[in-house]
């Protein structure tokens, strides 16, 4: 992608499988929706899918409506310094599941995860939840509304830095 370039990829009804790396918003703004009941995103394949990942860099990643994406390893949002990663999970039946791997809210960029309006996100790994993880990085993770939830199960969770005792996100 080039910087200023745009691209956004709607699922609705229908099932979209990636077995391999993914970035939204490398260098330009990518845009991922997933949305209503039978809308299916599977990343699969152990590789990272990346929300935001280079400096102007803007990602976006929608699952609302009762739409679903499932996937194997981690989740950076806002990976890369001078990134932006939005993640919503918005309505019932909405779910956002990983059986491995971490999510991480603001590696080094801007990062925000919502969970709303009955939303799900399941993170089932025995890897870290992290919020702000490096100096610089901002990370948000908001959980609102009745019946949203974040269930981790396994592993760690880390709240403005990584376990290195050095990081610094807020």
Known sequence: PQPGSTGTVNVNGGT??????????RSGTGTVNVTGAGS?????????????MDSGGVGNLNITAGGVMNHNWWVNIARGAGSTGNVNVDGVGSQLN?????????????????????????????????????????????????????????????????DDGNDLGT
């Open 98 to 162: 990983t059986s491995a791997g971490r999510i991480v809210v603001g590696e080094d960029g801007v990062g925000n995860l919502t969970v709303s309006n009955g939303g799900l996100v399941n993170h089932n790994s025995g890897e870290r939840f992290m919020v702000g993880k490096n100096t610089g990085a901002t990370g948000t993770a908001t959980i609102t509304g009745a019946g949203s939830h974040f269930q981790k199960t396994g592993g760690e969770v880390f709240i403005g830095g990584d």
């Open 40 to 52: 299916l995103l599977n990343s699969a394949g152990g590789k990272d899918f990346q929300v935001g």
């Open 16 to 25: 979209l499988t990636v077995n391999g790396w993914v970035e939204l918003g």
